[in-house]
């Protein structure tokens, strides 16, 4: 089974605050691992760039960060592979000054690094030492950069809390997920990654049905290096 990680790259919102909310109002921000009805809580609105064919997903301002703005077709679409895993609420979109209905914000409430084979799969550690404090800071601290793996979760969760310190990195190198994996759409932000990942099947559907402009598949266990820059495979399938 291929999996990919879904990167919209063009189809960026901006924020509208709401001048109306009020200091105690529960407002909508990242998103959490903590799972919560947020079925109170209110959305500052996102406005669309004014000219243009409406698309069915965009990235949300920052302030709504590791969250999904779909259209109604495409939470239809995205349902009818897997019910659980997502919360949908509606979302404030402005097109210009016009409100455009039929969008929804994505919260995820389950998470799937369970299902990453952890033998398989490795992760960027670039790990900084102090070595001057008096120095200039991009000077005062030593660099190492190496490729590493874990045994299984436990293991990741184990030397992000007792062998980093905030200055170091963790990023996804080549990740792969288990052999009978059930699911066609994850989660799985103990990698670093905090997009949700389709299957190959998710894909072509989205493709099919031309609902993936604006859209890029990156491939899970493809590392960035031979993805990215003048020779990557990345060239093969986008301008």
Known sequence: MNYFEVQILDNVCKIQYNSDFKDEDLIMGSQEREVKDLSTYKIHSQILKAGGKLLDFYRPSSNLSMRVIVSTKAKSLLESFRKDNIRYYPCPVLRGKEPINGYWITDKVIFDDQWVDFSRSDFVYINRKLIAKD?????????????????????LNEFTENEMWYMDEL??????????????????????IFQLIFTEEVKIELQKQKMDKGIEFKPLEIPDEEWYGPNGLRKQFYK
């Not at 190496?146 to 045994?151: K, R």
């Not at 996804?172 to 994996?181: D, L, M, S, Y």
Request: aromatic share 10%.
């Open 135 to 155: 120095k200039d800071p991009q000077k005062g601290y030593e660099k190492t950069i190496q490729i590493i793996s874990f045994n299984s979760l436990n293991h």
């Open 171 to 192: 990023n996804p190198h080549r990740i792969f997920i288990k052999e009978g994996c059930p699911y066609s759409i994850l989660s799985i932000p103990s990698t670093g």
